[in-house]
């Protein structure tokens, strides 16, 4: 916030710094790692809802708060891609974006800044909290209703996953095979944030309901139709709703 309060007037730029808040799934992806940096988080032991607690209206306020001073707008409606795009072509200055895309800013088919990129770590959106980006796996997975042989399908990964593949997939996206070397240039940058993130969501499916009713109301905060506890309470509600006819809640 106090770098784009510098490179808000920066005529050579559109935006000093975006953030994914394009759509639903993006405002509760963003709002996952700030409350959690925050020290909360969505569900009591209980399944009753606590992202309308203090940690949940200090997050989204922060969010808010990002919005306002970096973004406005404009900024509110790019997506990953638009940030990358962005970036890599000098009219944003700096932007939070997913690990794998690291790669694009050193492609000269891609980029007109090549060399002139570094990665840091996701930043802390509580200083001194846990960095706000997460960690996710892919799996290969064969699915009960696969009509196709699963030994041919098991033999399919296996190529996939064989040193070679993973050798020309790390120049693109982090490998979990600790014999591939990474090549990553933003490597270090990754493994620090997964090392000190927030991790992931609980693996509870009552967290589902809740993300679902997240989607569904914390875009209002970017708008300014709703205040962050307005959103999170009217999304407490639906999920209170949803979770009970589910059975979560009593």
Not at 13 to 40: D, K
Not at 83 to 107: P, R, V
Not at 120 to 146: C, R
Not at 201 to 222: E, H, K, M, R, S
Request: proline share 7%; aromatic share 10%; hydrophobic share 45%.
């Amino acid at each position: 916030m106090a770098a784009c309060e510098v490179l808000k007037d920066e005529p050579s730029i559109n935006l000093p710094f975006t953030m994914q808040v394009h759509a639903g799934w993006a405002w509760e992806f963003r709002f996952f790692s700030f409350i959690r940096s925050f020290g909360g988080d969505y569900l009591n032991d209980d399944n009753s809802p606590a992202f309308n607690g203090p940690e949940g209206v200090t997050a989204a306020t922060k969010i808010k708060a990002v919005i306002d001073a970096c973004m406005g707008p404009e900024g509110i409606t790019y997506s990953i891609d638009d940030s990358a795009n962005g970036l890599a072509n000098g009219t944003i200055a700096f932007i939070h974006t997913w690990a794998g895309q690291g790669a694009i800013f050193e492609d000269p088919d891609t980029s007109s800044v090549v060399g002139l990129i570094e990665s840091a770590p996701a930043a802390a959106p509580n200083p001194g909290g846990l960095l706000g980006g997460s960690a996710w796996h892919d799996y290969f997975i064969i699915p009960v209703t696969n009509e196709v042989d699963p030994d041919f399908v098991f033999r399919l990964i296996m190529e996939a996953t064989d040193k070679q593949s993973q050798e020309e997939g790390a120049k693109i996206q982090p490998m979990t095979r600790l014999s591939v070397p990474e090549y990553l240039a933003n490597a270090a940058a990754i493994n620090e944030t997964i090392a000190h993130g927030v991790g992931i969501y609980d693996a509870n499916p009552a967290v589902v309901l809740a993300q679902t009713a997240l989607w569904n109301w914390l875009p209002f905060i970017g708008t300014g139709e709703m205040t962050p506890q307005e959103a999170l309470d009217a999304a407490a509600a639906e999920y209170i709703a949803e979770a009970t006819v589910q059975g979560y809640l009593p």
